[in-house]
Nanobody, 127 residues
Framework: QLQLVESGGGLVQPGESLRLSCAVS??????????IGWFRQAPGKEREGISCISSNRGITYYADSVRDRFTITRDNAKNTVYLQMNSLLPEDTAVYYC??????????????????WGRGTQVTVSS
């Protein structure tokens, strides 16, 4: 069974950076055969898809709210997907989750397509 474990969250000031990690295990396929996405949920708000990386040539996708500030990458040798977050804003405060999408085509941020989820890591942006 696929397992995903997030790490790297913390408390930072506005304008600073963080890198989140998503360690993936339990798959019979290499990481580059999997679609992995990042989601976040702020207090009192619905969960929001923010980025994903496709098994198909590693094509990436970003929500407008994070485009040009966040970058998703993967290290196949470490079975880990990263989310580099720069120029953080207070509105980026949320619990961040990584998840596996049931697709081998270009990834999407359709939450209904994701079947395995990590437990999340807290990111707080505050001065």
């Amino acid at each position: 069974q696929l397992q995903l474990v997030e790490s790297g969250g913390g408390l930072v000031q506005p304008g600073e950076s963080l890198r989140l990690s998503c360690a993936v295990s339990g798959s019979t396929l290499d990481l580059d055969w999997l679609n992995i996405g990042w989601f976040r949920q702020a207090p009192g708000k619905e969960r929001e898809g923010i980025s994903c990386i496709s098994s198909n040539r590693g094509i990436t996708y970003y929500a407008d709210s994070v485009r040009d500030r966040f970058t998703i990458t993967r290290d196949n040798a470490k079975n880990t997907v990263y989310l580099q977050m720069n120029s953080l804003l207070p509105e980026d405060t949320a619990v961040y989750y990584c998840a596996h999408e049931q697709s081998y085509s270009k990834c999407s941020l359709d939450e209904g397509e994701y079947d395995y989820w990590g437990r999340g890591t807290q990111v707080t942006v505050s001065s």
